[in-house]
């Protein structure tokens, strides 16, 4: 097994479940994504593009799905969160039942297609 699965497979319940339904939902949305272990959470990527990560926060008690590019997104950002980051933006989950697949997968979708854009817009550097 992979760090990344070790990752996932070592979190505490209901993390772990959370884990790997959106894993699942990822790779169904994005067939050729793959799971990389990097920063110590699991990271996906299509080719060398980064698309999104998933972090567990036992302290608070929830699941991040990250968006490197969600300086770019336009879709579900009023469902996203950035919580003191200046440019990532992430859907969080507590429990199972909070995740809408839908919306997930349009999110992962438009991430895709904004693969090839830099981690900020020109604007956020000013």
């Known amino acids: 097994m992979n760090p990344a699965e070790n990752y996932i ?4 319940e209901p993390f772990r479940s959370i884990l790997l339904h959106v894993k699942t939902v990822i790779e169904n ?30 302290k608070k008690g929830f699941v ?16 996203m ?14 429990t199972l039942e909070e ?3 839908t919306l997930l997968a349009e999110v992962l979708l438009e ?3 904004l693969k090839s854009k830099g981690f900020y817009k020109r604007e956020d550097l000013n």
């Open 29 to 58: 949305a994005i067939p050729n994504v793959s799971m990389k272990y990097k920063w110590r959470i699991p990271c996906f990527y299509i080719d060398k593009s980064p698309i999104c990560y998933l972090n567990v926060s036992l």
């Open 81 to 94: 969160v950035s919580e003191k980051r200046k440019v990532v933006k992430s859907l969080r989950y507590s």
């Open 111 to 113: 991430a895709e297609t």
């Open 64 to 79: 991040d799905v990250g968006f490197w590019n969600s300086a770019h997104l336009t879709k579900n950002l009023d469902k």
């Open 99 to 101: 995740i809408d697949d």
């Open 9 to 12: 497979l070592n979190q505490p």
